[in-house]
């Protein structure tokens, strides 16, 4: 199984929303990331966690919030978003350490409204 | 800085033509070199990628790069394109030693014609 799954695959939110997007892995990966990717740009970094903790938080306002239950879920939390913020979100993760191939999500696609 | 570049925003080449993505980067030491596919609202898949040793990798769909450290390059290459590898090509870099993030290239888009 090399496969990273998020839900939902869509999803439409008012600014006054709070909703959740969830990614899981089944690979014993130690390490999964947020991505924000907006349209015809690359990824960006949002946030990273090794071994269950938050080890890189790329200055992403706290509308945001992440969450790593264990070591095969990771959560983002979305509370009082604004319409930039829509995108797709991408969820990946990889062994344990950045510098091997990282595996993707499908992604979220999110509209704020 | 740190950065890598695709100098090349747009790319149309003919069905059964030879495809070659260029990527440069800037980086202090040798980094760990990537190559990413993404179709239109999907998620990232790794084609290849290069940490060491023999600096003409192999990937997945017929994919192959060259690392040139003289050049700072790490180019993409396929010698008979197919409707089907249209999509969006991301060089991707990171440092090889340490705990680091990757640097994302702006990407590449690709357009096969009949």
């Known amino acids: 199984d090399t496969e990273v799954t998020q839900t939902p695959k869509h999803l439409v939110m008012g600014m006054t929303n709070k909703k959740s997007l969830k990614c899981e892995q089944h690979?014993?990966?130690?390490?999964m990331y947020w991505y924000k990717q907006k349209a015809k740009k690359p990824p960006e970094l949002m946030f990273v966690y090794s071994y269950e903790k938050l080890s890189i938080n790329e200055s992403v306002p706290s509308r945001f919030s992440p969450e790593c239950p264990n070591s095969s879920l990771l959560n983002l939390h979305l509370h009082a978003l604004q319409p930039e913020d829509s995108a797709l979100y991408l969820c990946?993760?990889?062994?344990?350490?950045?510098?091997?191939?990282?595996?993707f999500g499908q992604g979220t696609r999110l509209t704020v409204v | 800085a740190q950065s890598v570049t695709q100098p090349d925003i747009h790319i149309t080449v003919s069905e059964g033509a030879s495809l070659e993505l260029r990527c440069n980067y800037s980086?202090?030491?040798?980094?760990?070199l990537f190559w990413y596919v993404q179709s239109p609202g999907q998620g990232l898949q790794l084609l290849l990628k290069?940490?060491?040793?023999?600096?003409l990798v192999q990937g997945i769909k017929g994919f192959e790069a060259e690392f040139k450290r003289s050049q700072s390059s790490f180019n993409l290459r396929k010698p008979s394109v197919h409707w089907s590898d249209a999509a969006e090509y991301f060089c991707a870099a990171t440092n090889s030693g340490g705990y680091q993030k990757v640097t994302f290239g702006t990407g590449t888009k690709l357009q096969v014609i009949p």
């Open positions: 980086y202090g030491a040798t980094p760990y």
């Open positions: 690979m014993g990966h130690r390490a």
């Open positions: 990946a993760s990889s062994q344990g350490n950045l510098n091997t191939e990282a595996f």
């Open positions: 290069y940490f060491s040793g023999d600096t």
